[in-house]
């Protein structure tokens, strides 16, 4: 699976980046390039996490791990480790990577939900590099 060069480096941009918002949540980012495997494919490891201001992680994205199979016995398991955690204590549902440009908007887009759904403003109050 091949990732487009300029797709890739603003993807690696990110790596080591926290977004603070006003109420103390922020996102987490790490990325990094390993070699390419089953469990990666794309060669990408990575983790987007949002955190509340305790830091407990609330949503997340990452290929950490693989997760627990979902499907009967004869539904083939995907010998890929792209999950997203949709709650503080979800183990991981499979993530279909298509891009590291929809990588981001997935996760965004799972962010604003859970801010919306518990009033949290997004605007991003301060951005610090690790």
Known sequence: METPEHTLE???????????????????FEIRLVEQSGQVPHGIAYSFTFH???????????????????GGKFV???????????????????YAFVSAAQLLEDFFTEVAKLCE??????????????
């Open 52 to 70: 509340d201001p305790d830091g407990t992680r609330l949503r997340g994205f990452d290929n950490a791990h693989p997760v627990p199979h979902a």
């Open 10 to 28: 603003w993807l690696l941009d990110y790596d080591g980046r926290r977004h603070f918002f006003a109420s103390g949540h922020f996102l987490k």
């Open 117 to 130: 759904a518990q009033g949290i403003s997004t605007e991003v109050v301060d951005d610090k590099e690790t």
């Open 76 to 94: 083939k398991a995907k010998p890929d480790a792209d999950h997203w955690h949709r709650t503080v204590n979800d183990e991981g549902r499979p």
